[in-house]
């Protein structure tokens, strides 16, 4: 059974300039989580999914992050402008519904902003 | 607020010796408590987890935690690790809803 998969692997852009992330989780689960983990720290999630609604995007910095869900599937996540303490790894997981059950994780993105 | 400390940001250790990685947590009402690895470039895997019952727990791969709520900890323990071992372990503590506070992590490095 294939992982939850996430692309682009790495990414470097200048800073002010958009960015895209994109998340698509295991067949069959229902909540899909993104998490910003910074260098030296442990992950933090900005936004959880239930199917395509999104229920907790309390720390999602909405000025400039946003992110949808479309058909309750794949994921994109996205900043625009990106500045440069966006630096860090973007992480997709999922769970077949959600806690307690067992969250999946993706292998992030790396984004550098320069 | 809550938080989840682990002890020790980096471990050395020889192949075949035991290890243990230290996590505390700041409040033992209603705590879920998880220990997930990740490997060079790869996503965190589930190690083991704890919801309710046996405060000894045993995951994947030979590790096991134990669960102290007096002390509000949740050590890993392995009693022999493999150079494959080699990794980065993150424990994270659930306050009684679906949200996930993870701990900055311990780097563990065997030398053969």
């Known amino acids: 059974e294939a992982g939850v998969v996430q692309s682009p692997r790495y990414k470097i852009i200048e800073k002010k300039q958009p960015v895209a992330f994109w998340c698509n989780p295991i067949s069959g689960h229902n909540t899909l989580y993104w998490y910003l983990q910074n260098l030296g720290q442990g992950p933090e999630l900005l936004i959880r999914?239930?199917?395509?609604?999104?229920?907790?995007d309390s720390q999602l910095p909405k000025d400039r992050f946003s992110a949808e869900r479309l058909k309750g599937v794949d994921s994109t996540l996205k900043i625009q402008p990106a500045e440069l303490g966006d630096s860090a790894v973007y992480l997709c997981a999922s769970s077949i519904t959600g806690f307690p059950d067992t969250q999946y994780f993706g292998p992030g993105t790396r984004l550098t902003v320069l | 607020a809550q938080s989840v400390t682990q002890l020790d940001s980096q471990v050395p250790v020889f192949e075949e010796a035991p290890v243990e990685l230290r996590c505390n947590y700041s409040?033992?009402?209603?705590?879920?408590l998880f220990w997930y690895v990740q490997y060079p470039n790869q996503g965190l895997q589930l190690l083991l987890k704890y919801l309710s019952g046996s405060t000894l727990v045993k995951g994947i791969n030979g590790f096991e935690a134990e669960f102290n709520k007096s002390q509000t900890s949740f050590h890993l323990r392995k009693p022999s690790v493999h150079i494959s071992d080699t990794a980065e372990y993150f424990c994270a503590v659930s306050w009684g809803d679906y949200k996930l506070s993870f701990g900055a992590g311990t780097t563990v490095t065997v030398r053969a």
């Open positions: 409040s033992s009402v209603s705590v879920y």
């Open positions: 999914y239930e199917n395509e609604e999104a229920v907790d």
